[in-house]
C-alpha cells in the first residue's frame, strides 16, 4: 500500500508539473503555436549547450545566434534544385515556406486588406497594426514593407509576424505590398506594383512626408529599383528608406559571391544564376545583368532619402550591400550602413531568436524617428 500511495504522489506531482509547464512556455514565448513553441524550446535548449561551449574564431557572437545557425544548418528556408521545372518549384517553396512558423504573427496584431488602383492596373495590400484595433488609414508614420523571398517567395501570411514587430517596435502602421512573384510575372512587375501602391497613397491624401520605404533581400533591392522609379517619373519621394541585405547585383561582381560561399546560411552561390534567369524571364538572355532596370546598384542614386543598409559578413550579398552604401555616399545621399560581423543574411528577420538581431533593430529604430519629425 505504501508503494502505491508513492506512486501516486510522484504521478500527481509530475502532472501538475506538466500542467504548469504546458502554463508557463505558451506564456513565456507568447504563443500558443505547437511548432513555434517546439522551435523555441530546441533553440532555448541549444543556447543552454552553447554557453559552456565557445566559439573562438568568433567569439563575439551570442550563444542564441549560434543555437540559431545550428537549426538552420539542419534545415534551411528554402533549397533550389535548378533541376525542376521552375513554376514547379516555386509553388513548392511557397508550400514550405516557414517563416511564419519562425515568426508567427501575435494574437494582439491587426491586418486589414485593402485593394489599390492606379492608371488601370490594381494591387492589394495590407495595414498592419501591432494592437487589436484596426489601422487608421489617415496614420502619420507608415512603412511600406517590401518582402523578401528571391521574388520567388513570400506573402502577408510568411511576414506579417515580422512586421507586426516593426509596428510596434517603432511605433509605425506597416502596409505590406502583395507583390507579384516570379517566374509567373518577372521583372519589372514587382516594380510596377510598388509604384501602383505608392502613387495610390499619394491620391488618397498620404503625403509622401509619411512614408519610408523597408525591404529585404530581393524587397531591399526592390526598395532600391521603386525609389529609382519614383525619382525618374519625378514623384515625390519618401522621408527615408531601410534595406537589409538587399539583392542589388545581378551580375554578382562582388567578390562575397566567392569569399562567403561557404559561410552564406541562407543562399548558396550556385543558386543565384537560376534565380536571376528567372527573375529577367523568358528573354533573360538578352537582357545584362548589370542593367540598372533590374540590378538598382548599377542605377543612379542621386536624389535619395536618407538610407539605411544593414549586412552580414558571412552572406554572399555583403558586396552588394557595400557597393550600394558607397555609390549612394558617392551622390551624397545621407547613407548608414552597419555591418554586423559574421552575421547571416537578413539576421534582423529573427528577432525572436538572438540579441544581434534586437539590436540592429533598436539601431534602425533610433536613426527612423527622427526622419518622421
Known amino acids: ?11 500527481k506531482k509530475l502532472t501538475i508539473l506538466a500542467v504548469l509547464v504546458a502554463i508557463v512556455i505558451p506564456i513565456y514565448y507568447n504563443s500558443t503555436n505547437p511548432k513555434y513553441l517546439g522551435l523555441r524550446l530546441l533553440h532555448s535548449l541549444i543556447s543552454i549547450k552553447n554557453t559552456f561551449v565557445s566559439d573562438a574564431d568568433r567569439p563575439m557572437l551570442s550563444p542564441e545566434y549560434r543555437a540559431f545557425e ?3 544548418r539542419r534545415r534551411p528556408l528554402f533549397q533550389i534544385d535548378p533541376n525542376l521545372d521552375p513554376l514547379e518549384l516555386a509553388k513548392n517553396i511557397r508550400a514550405s ?3 511564419d512558423t519562425i515568426m508567427p504573427r501575435s494574437s494582439s496584431c491587426h491586418v486589414d486588406k485593402h485593394a489599390y488602383e492606379n492608371e488601370g492596373h490594381t494591387v492589394d495590400a495590407h495595414w498592419i497594426h501591432h494592437e487589436r484595433a484596426k489601422p487608421k488609414l489617415d496614420a502619420d508614420r507608415i512603412i511600406i514593407y517590401l518582402h523578401g523571398g528571391g521574388y520567388i517567395v513570400g506573402d502577408v501570411q510568411a511576414y506579417s509576424g515580422f512586421e507586426c514587430h516593426l509596428s510596434r517596435l517603432f511605433n509605425v502602421t506597416v502596409i505590406h505590398l502583395e507583390y507579384r512573384l516570379v517566374p509567373e510575372h518577372p521583372l519589372p512587375a514587382a ?3 510598388a509604384l501602383t501602391l505608392y502613387r495610390a497613397l499619394l491620391h488618397g491624401g498620404i503625403p509622401a512626408s509619411r512614408l519610408a520605404i523597408m525591404g529585404d533581400s530581393a524587397g531591399g533591392g526592390l526598395t532600391l529599383l521603386t525609389i529609382q522609379a519614383l525619382l525618374a517619373h519625378q514623384l515625390p519621394i519618401p522621408r527615408a528608406a531601410v534595406t537589409m541585405s538587399p539583392w542589388a547585383d545581378f551580375s554578382a561582381s562582388g567578390q562575397s559571391y566567392t569569399r562567403n560561399r561557404f559561410t552564406d546560411l541562407m543562399i548558396r552561390a550556385e ?5 536571376v534567369q528567372r527573375v529577367l ?5 538578352q537582357i545584362p545583368r548589370d542593367d540598372p532596370s533590374y540590378s538598382p546598384l548599377f542605377g543612379s542614386f542621386k536624389g535619395f532619402p536618407p538610407l539605411y543598409i544593414t549586412v552580414g559578413t558571412a552572406e554572399i550579398l555583403e558586396d552588394d550591400a557595400k557597393g550600394v552604401a558607397n555609390k549612394a ?3 551624397e545621399v545621407d547613407i548608414t550602413l552597419e555591418i554586423g560581423q559574421n552575421l547571416m543574411h537578413v539576421h534582423p528577420l529573427f528577432v525572436n531568436y538572438f540579441p544581434e538581431a534586437r539590436d540592429t533593430l533598436d539601431n534602425i529604430r533610433r536613426w527612423l524617428e527622427p526622419k518622421f519629425r
Open 271 to 275: 543558386s543565384i544564376a537560376w534565380g
Open 281 to 285: 524571364g523568358p528573354n533573360h538572355e
Open 97 to 99: 515556406f516557414p517563416l
Open 191 to 193: 516594380v510596377d506594383d
Open 329 to 331: 555616399r558617392a551622390e
Open 1 to 11: 500500500m505504501a508503494f502505491f500511495n508513492c506512486l501516486f504522489s510522484i504521478i
Open 70 to 72: 545550428s537549426m538552420l
